[in-house]
């Protein structure tokens, strides 16, 4: 009982020798209150960055049209490297990783496991995400970045770039008007460079998106390497969704101009010419196609 004794009151001094020599002072009440606040609203504002994340992430994927990968890129792989929102799904990461410690830090984050804080994070991110998506906010965050960031290229820049090679094929801008004979339109393209873009090919789906104006995207064959004529064998809307619920953005039509007889004629039995027929990838554009009738 006595050896108990000693060791009591040498333990208690050697508690009051650290107090005293490490100046250690109480603490207020206030101070763990606050410290608890803190991390819980540090860890709750973690989260609602990742949720922005998310919503932009979930802009890049709605607006890249994968459909058409075959036709920009040489294989879905490169493709998938250049469209991909890697960025967005490394901040998300991020911030929810910072929420879960944050949250581990509180008073009573150590009696939850990891994985019930990391579920809880990701789906609060997702939902949340989601919403701000719906809202049409993910796309205004990529409009905020705008073109040239140094660390960051958002995707309907990226796309845009893949859309300025005609050598290739690829040709995209803004309708700019149609002529007469529905033969040929202008296009200005996202450098503002005009081109005459031939009609022969088009059909009724192509038609359509071409009277309605705005941005479109056009598959085709330069006509000379050093004209600024294109001949055009597909022509897709240029549709960017800022939502779940449909809310596309479409620039307003132009007045359309009567159809020819042999234009307004044109339907998905009508061959296109041998010179489309080369373009790469030509059934896979052409079962696109055949959907939008």
Known sequence: MMHDEQK???????????????HLVPRPRWEFIFKNYFFWIFGAFAVALSALAFSAMLFDIQNVDWRLS????ANFLAF?????????????ILFILVGYANVRR??????????VIALGAVLASLVLGSALYASGLGGEIEEAIGDHPPFYRPI???????????EKGLLGG?????????????????KGHLWQVETGDLRNAD????????????VGVPVAATSSTFHACFVF?????????????????????????????????????????????????????????
């Open 207 to 218: 038609f359509t998106a071409v009277l309605r104006g705005g941005i479109v995207r056009i």
């Open 237 to 293: 809307p240029w549709e960017i969704r800022y939502g779940f619920f449909g809310n596309f953005f479409h620039a307003p039509s132009m007045p359309r101009p009567p159809l020819s007889a042999s234009t307004s004629e044109r339907s998905i039995t009508t061959p296109r010419s041998e010179l489309c027929k080369g373009i790469r990838p030509y059934r896979q554009l052409r079962s696109i196609d055949e959907t939008r009738f």
């Open 106 to 115: 509180t008073a009573h984050g150590y009696r939850y496991s990891l994985a």
């Open 174 to 190: 803004r309708v700019i008007s149609l002529a007469p004979d529905n033969a040929s339109f202008a296009l200005r393209d996202f």
């Open 80 to 92: 998938f490297l250049e469209a991909a929102p890697f960025l967005w799904a490394g901040a998300l």
């Open 8 to 22: 009591d009151d040498q333990l208690a001094r050697k508690v009051l020798e650290r107090i005293s020599g490490e």
């Open 70 to 73: 075959a036709a920009t890129h």
């Open 156 to 166: 309907l820049v990226e796309e845009r770039s893949w859309w300025l090679a005609p």
